[in-house]
C-alpha cells in the first residue's frame, strides 16, 4: 500500500538482492505444501512459510502446531506418509507450541477427540481469547512434560517466556531433533520486532536454551526449510552484533541537540534521538548479513529488531541511561 492507501504497483515497489540459495527449501507440489522425513518417523510440513511437525506411531499421530495456512493440507500430508509407511493416520494428540493464532488456528480441523497438550500459560490464553479454532489444551504443565505416545517420546520443556509468555522447547531425542517456533529463522533474519516477540531477554537467551540439547535437526515454525546447529549459530551472531552495535551507537549519539530543537515537545526529541541511535546501529548489521540471510537488506526487518533490542538494553540493562548531574 503507499500513504495515501492505494495500491502499490511493481514500480514503486523496492527491489531487493536474491535470496541466499541456502536460505530456501525445496519445491512445494500442487497442493502447496512439503512434507518430509526429519528423521525416523518424525516428519515436517511446510507451506514455505510457516512449518508444522507429526510424529506417526503405533498407536496415532501426534501433531505439533496447525498453521492455518497449512491448514488442510496437514491433513493431506499426514495421509500422504501413513499411506506410504503402512502406519495409521489417525491423530490422537495435539501439541501446541505456544497460543498464537498463527500457528495454532488450524487446531479445530484435527477433529474433536483428539489430545491437545500445552503449557498451563497457553491454556489460560486460549480460554481468554475464546477463539473456537484453537480449543484450550486438556493436558497442561508448568515446567516439564513427557510425552509418551506409541513407545515414542517428547520432552517439552517450558524455559521462561521468549517469543510469547508460554513458548515451549519440544526435544525429540530419539530423533535428533530440535523443535522451537518463531525464535530462529533458519537462514533468514527475523521479522519486525524479533519476530514480534514480547521478552526481548528471554528472546536473546532461547537459542542458547536450544543449543544445550543434544540435536541435529531444526524445526523453526517459519519458512521453508530445516534448519541445523549452524543455523541457530549464525542467528546468535547476527543478534550478538545488533547488540555490539546497539551499545557502540548508544555511546556515541548525543541526545542533547535534539531537547534543544524541539524544547517542550519532548516525545519529539526522543523520536529523534532513538531514530538515530537505531539508524547507526542498524547501518553494519545490514551491510555484513546482506546476501548471507534472506531478507537481511529489508532494513524494517533489522530495524526494528535493533530499536527492540536497544530499547531492551536500555530499559532491562540500564545500557546509554543518562544520570542527570
Known amino acids: 500500500m503507499t500513504v495515501d492507501g492505494t495500491a502499490g ?18 519445491a512445494l507440489n500442487e497442493q502447496g505444501y512439503h512434507v518430509g522425513r526429519v528423521e525416523r518417523n518424525l516428519f515436517w510440513v511446510t507451506d514455505g512459510t510457516y512449518q508444522a511437525a507429526f510424529l506417526a506411531t503405533e498407536e496415532g499421530v501426534v501433531v505439533f502446531d496447525a498453521p492455518p495456512t497449512i491448514g488442510h493440507n496437514l491433513r493431506r500430508a499426514i495421509d500422504e506418509m501413513a499411506h506410504a509407511e503402512g502406519t495409521t493416520n489417525k491423530v490422537t494428540h495435539l501439541v501446541y507450541s505456544h497460543h498464537h493464532a498463527d500457528h495454532t488456528a488450524a487446531a479445530n480441523l484435527l477433529g474433536d477427540d483428539v489430545i491437545r497438550i500445552g503449557h498451563e500459560d497457553t491454556r489460560r490464553l486460549l480460554l481468554r481469547d475464546n477463539d473456537p479454532t484453537r480449543p484450550a489444551p486438556d493436558v497442561t504443565f508448568q515446567e516439564n512434560y513427557t510425552l509418551k505416545v506409541g513407545g515414542e517420546r517428547v520432552e517439552l520443556s517450558f524455559q521462561g517466556p521468549n517469543h510469547s509468555p508460554d513458548n515451549i522447547f519440544m526435544h525429540f531425542p530419539d530423533h535428533d531433533a530440535m523443535m522451537l517456533v518463531d525464535i530462529v529463522n533458519s537462514g533468514w533474519v527475523p521479522i519486525f520486532n524479533l519476530n514480534l516477540s514480547e521478552d526481548v531477554p528471554g528472546y536473546i537467551d532461547a537459542p542458547g536454551q536450544a543449543l544445550a540439547y543434544p540435536w541435529k535437526h531444526y524445526i523453526g515454525g517459519h519458512l521453508g526449510r530445516l534448519g541445523t546447529r549452524a543455523d541457530v549459530e549464525l542467528h546468535q551472531q547476527y543478534i550478538a552484533d545488533i547488540v555490539e552495535s ?9 541526545p542533547t541537540p535534539y531537547f534543544v530543537k524541539y524544547g517542550p515537545n519532548v516525545w519529539a526529541a526522543v523520536k529523534g534521538y532513538l531514530g538515530a541511535v537505531t539508524e547507526l546501529a542498524t547501518r553494519p548489521v545490514v551491510a555484513k548479513y546482506t546476501g548471507v540471510l534472506g531478507s537481511a537488506d529489508v532494513e524494517e526487518f533489522t530495524y526494528s529488531t535493533t530499536f527492540m533490542i536497544m530499547q531492551s538494553m536500555r530499559l532491562d540493562l540500564g545500557a546509554g541511561s543518562q544520570v542527570h548531574p
Open 9 to 26: 504497483t511493481a514500480d514503486s515497489m523496492p527491489d531487493y538482492v536474491p535470496i541466499p540459495p541456502s536460505s530456501l527449501g525445496p
Open 246 to 254: 546497539s551499545k557502540d551507537a548508544l555511546g556515541k549519539v548525543d
